[in-house]
């Protein structure tokens, strides 16, 4: 109760202080908060409990907020409650009054418990004595004046203790709130992450880290057997990243110009030079080069994918359901599993700066044909004021190692114009060895793109791209050539094509229309090529039908249609139908179909038949794969009207890394990709490294944020793989369901670095922590708000915590050592408290941690000193 500005005497549940804290904390308090408080005024037999209620704030989140119940009446403290909402306030040294201002710094604000007044903007509101409450510690007033005066609504919850506070205006918090919010979205996007620690890559001299191999074997009766070995290489060396394949086949004579080897040194993080590539570069060239180039390569273009501005329609024929993986520089940005017929589309993200973009294919059924083919996306943008170049130079394997130097530079003038050119230098070429060039590239309003470029004396190209809400999407292509160039090793000196794909949904059809025309102009005459497909789904099969005509100056048109459709069959069998049709008179000229079985988990049987009536031959082809844990192997046979051939296959890949202690088998590739291997451990020592006695620990769960495929090992480790070298990964820790409370992680999330072809081991170490605890007391019971401070033995302070409503203190976190706790100095000289020296106690942490909670601090007035 309260009773004038004197303390009341209160009913109190006595509590040994020597039962554990939490024992108190989890059973007792909730169910007795009678405390004595000082006050200026209140009514004379009211009862009152000091409480911690939960307040909840809209875009701010929740405290527990200490308070003062009455009966049915709350009071809150106005010095953590505006705390929390960054109001700037400040309270006088006896908690009789705070000043500060709300929001606008000329918007002051003084309450005032002694003359019971609350003054704000120039304006006084007396006070009741029952609307404000001052203890020893704290300032509580009625949640009614803060709706009236500062527009903070509030609604208390009595059965469950909670608050809920809503503002009429945008408080500082909330503020802040939206601006991290914001700032945290940007970051997502621009994929940059807030992280408590990071590991940069290192350079390690020399490191072996993955193998891709392969062997493949064919027997034909007519012909000598044929064996063909792949072996890739990758590790590190000299700090980059080294690259090597070796390509052997029985009938062929080992070749140089068949081999790749290639040493890449990369640092995204330079502004001047970012890549130098050594051995087989890509050339990039004007002329056409069908040989590999040996030489040196310097960019300052980085190796991850920037910001894409737009999307760039390529689409091409493969073998029906294979995988096709595009790649820009050499990282993996979208996969698409080819239709019945083969035909694939995909929507190329159109990337600022230089962009190598490359298609690899893969089969389904472990044939897995390793075939790349390098595309050039016309437009190149850069972010404005930004300049980037690259400059080659190296030696060609065409038997007359003719000279080839490319140097080649682009500027962003604006967000929406790139200008370019450079010089390139062949010396094979008789007219154009030396070949200046221009290019830019333009956006214009209503997606259209504009993309330019001249090469003297070898000819020139326009391209225009036009993209609709709806996503029609429109591309015009010219190109001229000069007829006396040399550089171009193309017979045509001019062509012209057309593409139109638009998005069709009808009925029970949803897919791709696309029409596409070019024609080649000849010096006697015209080649055109027109062609129109319609690709997509209907009633839940999958259909393409392609009409293709050919016409030139001194032939008949030949005009056929091909239509493929996949059918799903009971017991799993997919069936692929194919029929051909020629319009000039011979009619169904071929037929063809495809079983396909998974036989059971990684098994799969593959059967087709073809026939082709205008050569009056079929072809039988049977082919069975199977996936063991280190190799992927397949049987295959083909027979046909003539011959039967039988081949056999086996590939895989390791992953090696003896400081890590990995060496891992697997069946698919994973060449010039990254790993990352977590090893939670329990640190028995606090050294933050793992020793031989220290266990791994379990329960720790680990979310990437970007990729990589995740693979918990029989030891307890968490290994990340196949993960895109050279770029920030971050990575998010969630340790709820560690064994014990005690222990700890001090870092939760992480950016690392990651190096291609290395698997980088990651210790986690898992701290055990210990609990202090005690009371801090007056000569009548405990007191709330007192500040004690722990201290290490060279006497840093670690923390610093708050006593609760009944004097109680506690902290779990403290590593093994020796401390001591002292209530705070300042604070005790301004509520009149003589000086308490400070307690000694020590923590020796075991698995489970450790715990001291028998500290009593006993505050005396300094009324009570006897001096």
């Not at 500060?100 to 007396?126: P, R």
């Not at 290639?262 to 890509?282: D, P």
């Not at 230098?425 to 793109?449: A, D, G």
Request: charged letters at 20%; a negative charge.
């Amino acid at each position: 109760m309260l009773n004038g500005g004197n303390f009341l005497n209160n009913k109190k549940f006595l509590v040994d202080r020597n039962l554990p804290g939490r024992f108190f904390m989890c059973f007792l308090l909730p169910f007795f908060f009678l405390f004595q408080f000082s006050s200026y005024a209140a009514k004379p037999t009211l009862e009152c409990d000091e409480v911690l209620v939960l307040l909840q704030v809209k875009h701010i989140g929740s405290i527990q907020l200490p308070s003062i119940i009455c009966g049915e009446e709350i009071y809150l403290s106005v010095t953590d409650l505006f705390n929390f909402l960054k109001i700037r306030n400040v309270q006088k040294d006896d908690f009789s009054s705070i000043s500060g201002y709300f929001i606008n710094q000329e918007d002051t604000f003084l309450i005032d418990a002694s003359n019971l007044e609350i003054t704000y903007k120039n304006k006084t509101v007396s006070l009741k004595p029952e609307d404000i409450i001052s203890t020893k510690t704290r300032l509580f007033l009625k949640p009614e004046y803060f709706e009236d005066l500062f527009g903070l609504k509030s609604s208390f919850t009595f059965y469950d203790l909670s608050v809920k506070l809503e503002s009429e205006i945008e408080l500082p918090s909330i503020k802040e709130a939206r601006r991290k919010e914001i700032q945290a979205n940007i970051r997502q996007v621009n994929q940059e992450y807030l992280a408590d620690t990071t590991i940069e890559r290192n350079h390690p001299f020399f490191h072996f880290g993955k193998a891709n191999w392969a062997i493949n074997t064919t027997q034909n009766p007519r012909l000598p057997v044929q064996n063909r070995f792949n072996m890739a290489l990758g590790g590190l060396l000299a700090g980059g990243e080294f690259t090597g394949i070796l390509n052997y086949t029985t009938n062929q004579e080992l070749s140089s110009r068949n081999q790749f080897y290639r040493w890449r040194y990369v640092n995204n993080e330079s502004r001047f030079l970012r890549q130098v590539t050594l051995g087989k570069i890509n050339n990039n060239s004007i002329a056409s080069i069908f040989n590999p180039v040996i030489g040196i390569q310097l960019t300052n273009a980085p190796t991850y994918v920037r910001k894409s501005f737009g999307t760039y329609v390529l689409s091409d024929y493969t073998e029906p359901d294979w995988t096709v993986e595009l790649y820009i520089n050499n990282v993996l940005v979208d996969y698409i599993t080819a239709d019945a017929s083969g035909f694939f589309s995909f929507d190329v993200p159109l990337i600022y700066g230089s962009n190598a973009v490359e298609l690899r294919y893969f089969g389904p059924w472990g044939e897995e044909k390793i075939s790349q083919q390098d595309f050039s996306i016309p437009f190149n943008f850069l972010p404005s004021n930004e300049f980037e170049y690259s400059i080659s130079s190296g030696a060609v394997e065409d038997g007359e190692n003719s000279i080839f130097s490319q140097a080649r530079f682009n500027y962003g003038i604006s967000r929406d114009l790139s200008v370019g050119g450079g010089v390139e230098y062949l010396s094979s070429l008789e007219k154009n060895r030396i070949i200046p060039f221009l290019n830019t590239s333009l956006r214009l309003p209503y997606n259209i793109l504009l993309s330019g470029d001249y090469s003297h004396g070898v000819g020139y190209r326009g391209i225009l791209n036009y993209t609709s809400p709806s996503n029609l999407r429109l591309e015009l292509n010219y190109t001229k050539y000069n007829e006396t160039q040399d550089a171009v090793r193309f017979s045509y000196t001019e062509e012209r094509k057309a593409v139109l794909s638009v998005p069709v949904k009808i009925s029970s059809f949803s897919g791709l229309s696309r029409f596409s025309f070019r024609q080649n102009i000849f010096q006697l005459h015209q080649y055109t090529n027109a062609e129109w497909l319609l690709s997509g789904n209907l009633f839940g099969f999958n259909l393409n039908l392609t009409t293709t005509a050919f016409f030139n100056s001194f032939s008949d048109a030949f005009i056929s249609s091909r239509i493929t459709t996949s059918v799903k069959l009971p017991q799993g069998i997919v069936f692929i139908p194919q029929l051909t049709y020629e319009y000039s008179g011979n009619g169904l000229t071929s037929v063809q179909g495809q079983l396909k079985k998974q036989l059971f988990e990684k098994a799969h049987l593959q059967v087709s038949y073809s026939r082709n009536f205008n050569y009056d031959q079929f072809y039988l082809q049977l082919g069975f794969t199977y996936e063991l844990p280190f190799s992927r192997v397949g049987l295959f046979s083909s027979t046909n009207k003539n011959q039967t051939s039988f081949s056999q296959s086996a590939a895989g890949s390791l992953t090696f890394d003896p400081g890590a202690g990995y060496l891992k088998f697997n069946n698919t590739p994973d060449l010039g990709r990254g790993d990352l291997k977590f090893q939670p451990f329990l640190d028995l020592n606090a050294n933050q490294k793992r020793d031989k006695n220290e266990p791994l620990v379990e329960g720790m769960a680990i979310r990437s944020i970007g990729g990589g495929i995740r693979e918990k090992t029989k030891e307890g480790t968490i290994l990340f793989s196949g993960l895109e070298p050279y770029i920030i990964h971050h990575f998010i820790l969630n340790t709820s369901n560690l064994n014990r409370i005690a222990w700890r992680v001090e870092n939760e999330t992480f950016n690392i670095s990651v190096n291609p072809n290395q698997l980088k081991l990651i210790e986690i170490p898992v701290a055990i922590v210990g609990e202090v605890a005690g009371f801090v007391y007056d000569s009548k019971e405990g007191i709330a708000g007192i500040q004690i401070n722990i201290f290490n033995e060279k006497e840093e302070l670690v923390v610093s915590i708050l006593s609760q409503s009944d004097g109680y203190f506690s902290y779990l976190g403290l590593k093994s050592g020796n401390y001591s706790a002292q209530p705070d100095s300042s604070q005790l000289e301004r509520l009149d408290f003589i000086k308490i020296e400070p307690i000694n106690f020590n923590l020796n942490n075991g698995q489970d941690g450790d715990i001291v909670d028998n500290l009593e601090f006993a505050l005396k007035d300094l009324s009570e000193n006897p001096e």
